[in-house]
């Protein structure tokens, strides 16, 4: 069963950075785009990046872009989110995904998820 563990999250002030890890089990890096969403209380789980295999290609919400960087490891099976520049509005909890999609913005289209790691950005 393919897995994926999300973590790195934490507490961090306002302009600060953090830099999420997802570990893939498996050989889900091999074929899939992975992706990060996130979900504040009460709503519901948005897109935050993506990053297509092999490719370089990647994409991001516009809340986050110019602020965050996904990256892929494919060699060493992990995802990577480095945040910069967090702000009030980012905080939630962070999900690590997989999917085969060709348009993987949307949550529905993704096969595989993670627990969470949560992020809480102070002001």
């Known amino acids: 069963q393919a897995q994926l563990v999300e973590s790195g999250g934490g507490l961090v002030q306002a302009g600060g950075s953090l830099r999420l890890s997802c570990a893939a089990s498996?050989?889900?890096?091999?074929?899939?785009?992975m992706g990060w969403f996130r979900q504040a209380p009460g709503k519901e789980r948005a897109f935050v990046a993506a990053?297509?295999?092999?490719?370089?290609?990647?994409d991001y919400g516009d809340a986050v872009k110019g602020r965050f960087t996904i990256s892929r490891d494919d060699a060493k099976n992990m995802v990577y989110l480095q945040m910069n520049s967090l702000k009030p509005e980012d905080p939630g909890v962070y999900f690590c995904?997989?999917?085969?999609?060709?348009?993987?913005?949307?949550?529905?289209?993704?096969?595989?998820w993670g627990q969470g790691t949560q992020v809480t950005v102070s002001s």
């Open positions: 990053a297509w295999r092999g490719s370089g290609i990647t």
């Open positions: 498996g050989r889900i890096l091999s074929n899939h785009a």
């Open positions: 995904a997989a999917t085969r999609s060709g348009s993987p913005r949307w949550a529905r289209d993704y096969s595989y």
